[in-house]
């Protein structure tokens, strides 16, 4: 009689660790952060964002320096000013401050003209690799795919349920070996990003 129900007990249990298995079989992940990094037109997109974001801060930097030119100036000729004279002078610098921070709001503040740019320029590259990873999963019946560079913590990840390269290779892309290690390799030297998509950040 305890043979007959240890094997009862013994069927219901595969009975439901069979669905289990299966289940456990529909998920997988990918690494959007290794995946764009290995996109030409993602490439050639942060580069051009970067050389516009280089540009805008060194305007940025130029007027605070003509501020700071300007404010030294009005010091060392300050105690020859007349009260209405230093009033002037006072106003400019602040106008020319005023005028810096909107320039410096308008360029690199949420939502400006870098936002825009970023927006213009990286977000059609994301929502192909989106669509992408979307008929990935519908071709291989997925219910689930994570993806390992965003905020969710993977404490382990075992390399064959790793769609990245799949992702890819629907894009048309096929990094050799050396590009995927150099790439891995700087992902994990990187420091997290101060922002949105490696731009550089005022620094003011």
Do not use: C, H
């Not at 709001?105 to 936002?115: A, R, S, T």
């Not at 995927?180 to 992902?187: A, D, G, N």
């Amino acid at each position: 009689m305890k043979s007959g129900l240890q094997k009862l007990a013994l069927t219901l249990a595969m009975v439901v660790m069979i669905p289990m298995v299966n289940y456990a079989q529909k998920f997988a992940y990918v690494d959007t952060e290794y995946i764009l990094s290995l996109l030409p037109d993602y490439k050639s997109a942060q580069k051009k964002l970067n050389e516009i974001a280089e540009q805008w801060q060194k305007e940025v930097d130029g007027k605070y320096e003509g501020i700071d030119k300007m404010y030294k100036e009005y010091q060392a000729e300050k105690i020859l000013l007349t009260p209405e004279q230093q009033k002037v002078r006072e106003d400019e610098i602040i106008s020319k401050e005023k005028e810096a921070k909107k320039f410096q709001q308008d360029k690199f503040g949420y939502e400006g003209e870098l936002f825009k740019k970023r927006q213009e320029l990286v977000k059609p590259i994301q929502d192909k690799v989106f669509e992408t990873i979307q008929k990935i999963a519908k071709d291989d019946a997925l219910d689930f795919i994570f993806d390992k560079s965003s905020d969710m913590t993977m404490l382990f990840s075992n390399a064959k349920y790793d769609k990245s390269d799949n992702v890819l290779t629907a894009l048309g892309v096929a990094p050799t070996k050396e590009e995927k290690e150099k790439t891995k390799e700087k992902q994990k030297s990187d420091l997290p990003p101060a922002g949105d998509g490696g731009d550089l950040p005022p620094r003011r």
